[in-house]
Nanobody, 127 residues
Framework: QVQLVESGGGSVQSGGSLRLSCAASGYTYSTYCMGWFRQAPGKEREGVAGIYSGGGGTYYTDSVKGRFTISQDNAKNTLYLQMNSLKPEDTAMYYC????????????????????WGQGTQVTVSS
């Protein structure tokens, strides 16, 4: 069955960096859109970054452009999110997700367009 397992979260000070990883298994990795989402307490889940696992464009929400980089290692079926210049407002639970369809829409996907999710990894940024 499809499994997505995130790791790499933690606590850092403002301006610090973290790299999240998401190990995917149970399906053909290179045929779907993969995304990173985050959810802070009391807020809706929001898309952070997306990438077509077969290679191609990357997509970011405006608040992380220039600070976060999504990438992947297809040989390892692993998705990454490099987060630099972290801010307290980046504090949230971060989730990786696999798209429902074999496409990436040319944009950052909506949460409803993903059908498998990892368990999440907590990122806390202190000022």
């Amino acid at each position: 069955q499809v499994q997505l397992v995130e790791s790499g979260g933690g606590s850092v000070q403002s301006g610090g960096s973290l790299r999240l990883s998401c190990a995917a298994s149970g399906y053909t990795y290179s045929t779907y859109c993969m995304g990173w989402f985050r959810q802070a307490p009391g807020k809706e889940r929001e898309g952070v970054a997306g990438i077509y696992s077969g290679g191609g464009g990357t997509y970011y929400t405006d608040s992380v452009k220039g600070r976060f980089t999504i990438s992947q290692d297809n040989a390892k079926n692993t998705l990454y999110l490099q987060m630099n210049s972290l801010k307290p407002e980046d504090t949230a639970m971060y989730y990786c997700a696999k798209s429902r369809e074999m496409m990436c829409w040319g944009r950052l996907g909506l949460a409803s367009e993903y059908n498998y999710w990892g368990q999440g990894t907590q990122v806390t940024v202190s000022s």
